[in-house]
């Protein structure tokens, strides 16, 4: 294997661990795909350091466990948003109206 992706592999986990940060969070700010994140902390880095790749794993397992909370926030803030604006929208052409 490669140094630069040993490297790249030990620091996607130093992050995922710092920042309990999720496997599509760590790809945008290292610039890679998903994918790349996945097999570097999963494969690559079981290879590399047995002891971070465990705890690398820990934090995805949770994440993955609580990901449909967060989706399903996601959603309700998106219709609330749309809703408001939507709220927003009649107000305005009521005062037209009324004005």
């Given at each position: 294997?490669?140094?630069?992706?040993?490297?790249?592999?030990i620091?996607?986990a130093?992050?995922?661990i710092?920042?309990?940060?999720?496997v599509?969070?760590?790809?945008?700010?290292f610039?890679?795909?998903?994918?790349?994140?996945?097999?570097?902390?999963?494969?690559?880095l079981a290879k590399i350091n047995?002891?971070?790749?465990?705890?690398?794993?820990?934090?995805?397992?949770k994440?993955k466990?609580?990901r449909h909370i967060?989706?399903?926030?996601?959603?309700?803030?998106?219709?609330?948003?749309r809703?408001?604006a939507m709220l927003k929208k009649?107000r305005?052409n009521?005062k037209y109206?009324?004005g």
């Amino acid at each position: 294997m490669k140094g630069y992706i040993e490297e790249r592999a030990i620091e996607l986990a130093g992050f995922i661990i710092e920042n309990n940060a999720t496997v599509r969070a760590a790809a945008k700010k290292f610039g890679i795909s998903k994918s790349t994140v996945h097999k570097d902390v999963t494969e690559r880095l079981a290879k590399i350091n047995t002891v971070l790749a465990e705890e690398t794993k820990k934090v995805l397992e949770k994440n993955k466990a609580e990901r449909h909370i967060r989706g399903g926030m996601a959603t309700k803030a998106k219709y609330k948003q749309r809703s408001e604006a939507m709220l927003k929208k009649k107000r305005e052409n009521d005062k037209y109206k009324h004005g």
